[in-house]
């Protein structure tokens, strides 16, 4: 008998996407105000990856939020898509965001999913994200993303 006929393993794959629903509505939701809440939301040894960062523990994932309030007008998480399969969920997202300092009018999309690994109470030890840095962000930026673009245009022809 598989861990999902068991009645047992249901109920807790059930409280496992509930949580992951609620993880999804905290993402959404986050803002300065919140980011006192994360320690309900992540273990306290947890690891946070992105293309930028790689960073274990909640007082260093705080400052990547921080850091992210601080650097860019109206950031905002929309989830798309939330794949749970036992103590794995991948969440697909947009970011959505316009720059400080930069083209600060134009508003600006990131498309990309986290793959969290849960505890068995539900909160994330691992939150990697995925995204392509050079197309979602580097080919937005002046003079960076004109070499950024002319790259790609050479490597495709």
Known sequence: ???IARPE???AQTDLRARVAGISRYFESISPETLSEISHWYSLDARFKDPFN???GVPAVTRIFEHMFQSLHEPRFVVTRQIVDGPHAFLVWEFHFRFKRF????KQVVHGGSHLVLTEDG???EHRDYWDAAEE???KLPMVGSLMRWLKQRANA
Not at 103 to 106: E, G, I, K, S
């Open 103 to 106: 083209d600060t009018a134009t």
């Open 137 to 139: 962000l580097y080919e």
């Open 54 to 56: 790689e960073v274990r």
């Open 1 to 3: 008998m598989n861990d």
């Open 123 to 125: 909160q994330i030890k």
């Open 9 to 11: 393993a249901a109920a």
